[in-house]
């Protein structure tokens, strides 16, 4: 199994859309960091302009962690795009390179081709979610400096701690990559009933569009059943930050990701394992 995964990664980043993922991020990473440089204080200053004259602000507050923390909440939900540049094309590819009776020739079943594209495809998603990190936290703490931060939440603003800081980091990239797997086996479920990675790139937004309209619709029955959507979820990381933190929220969205995941991979296995190949 080892050896069936290095082989797609391999697969994987051979290919020149694998890499537009990181540098989007790289470049809007850059390019968000730079207007902070130089208009950073006047986002500070919009964020305590109610509370300035009974309180007196004094550290760094225009720091690395806050930049990433904004930085996080801009990119969230427009990273699930990225995935499915390679998630889709995990089986597409496969059907479009016309290689698929090839790969079955091999002496391994068709549950270990799927186990091992989905496992390479979850990779993949960690390391965009990695590289995020890396060059929104690691790079944010390099230029502004470490600090406090300060987080406006429900009209409330919380000033975390500097040691109370980078677990929250640390636990919210990781569901940060939780939620974008949940992407990740949608556009792998797609790729494989389809011959062309369009489909599943297509098919996967349109999904996310969807569900997230009909969460946003007063409407009892859609708010009924809101709570069991993922797209409810993908930008549960926040609740990181909340002081303190609703672990029992925690648990429930890990658990909605966990069971979409899950649903989402068993139908690709079942239906791969019955496709009839014909190319």
């Known amino acids: 199994m080892l050896t069936l995964v290095q082989i797609e990664?391999?697969?994987i980043f051979k290919k020149w859309r694998t890499y537009i993922g990181f540098i989007a991020i790289g470049v809007l990473v850059l390019v968000i960091q730079i207007a902070f440089k130089y208009e950073g204080q006047d986002t500070i200053n919009y964020f305590t302009r109610n509370i300035r004259q009974s309180f007196v602000f004094v550290g760094n507050l225009l720091n690395g962690?806050?930049?990433?923390?904004?930085?996080?909440?801009?990119l969230a939900i427009h990273i699930p795009f990225l995935i499915t540049l390679v998630a889709g094309d995990l089986?597409?590819?496969?059907?479009?390179?016309?290689?698929?009776?090839?790969i079955l020739t091999r002496p391994v079943s068709r549950t270990q081709i799927i186990f091992s594209?989905?496992?390479?495809?979850?990779?993949?998603?960690?390391?965009?979610?990695?590289?995020?990190?890396?060059?929104?936290l690691?790079?944010?703490?390099?230029?502004?400096?470490?600090?406090?931060?300060?987080?406006?939440?429900?009209?409330?603003i919380i000033i975390f701690e500097q040691s109370d800081i980078l677990?929250?980091?640390?636990?919210?990239?990781?569901?940060?990559?939780?939620?974008?797997?949940?992407?990740?086996?949608?556009?792998?479920l797609f790729s494989s009933m389809v011959e062309n990675a369009i489909g599943p790139i297509i098919s996967t937004m349109a999904v996310i569009i969807v569900f997230v309209i009909l969460s946003a619709l007063n409407i009892e029955f859609f708010q009924?059943?809101?709570?069991?959507?993922?797209?409810?979820?993908?930008?549960s990381?926040?609740?990181?930050?909340?002081?303190?933190?609703?672990?029992?929220?925690?648990?429930?969205?890990?658990?909605?990701?966990l069971i979409h995941i899950i649903f989402f991979f068993s139908l690709t296995l079942f239906l791969f394992r019955r496709k009839d190949i014909l190319s």
């Open 9 to 11: 990664l391999y697969k």
């Open 65 to 74: 962690y806050l930049v990433a923390f904004l930085i996080m909440n801009s």
């Open 91 to 102: 089986l597409a590819g496969e059907a479009t390179a016309g290689t698929y009776r090839m």
């Open 117 to 136: 594209k989905f496992i390479a495809g979850i990779i993949y998603t960690a390391l965009l979610i990695l590289w995020l990190a890396v060059s929104s």
């Open 138 to 156: 690691a790079a944010g703490l390099l230029v502004f400096g470490t600090g406090e931060l300060l987080v406006l939440n429900n009209q409330i």
């Open 167 to 188: 677990w929250r980091f640390l636990a919210a990239y990781g569901f940060a990559a939780l939620c974008m797997s949940v992407v990740t086996a949608l556009a792998f």
């Open 224 to 235: 009924n059943i809101k709570p069991y959507f993922f797209t409810n979820y993908l930008l």
């Open 237 to 257: 990381w926040k609740l990181f930050f909340d002081d303190p933190v609703d672990l029992s929220e925690v648990l429930k969205a890990i658990t909605v990701m």
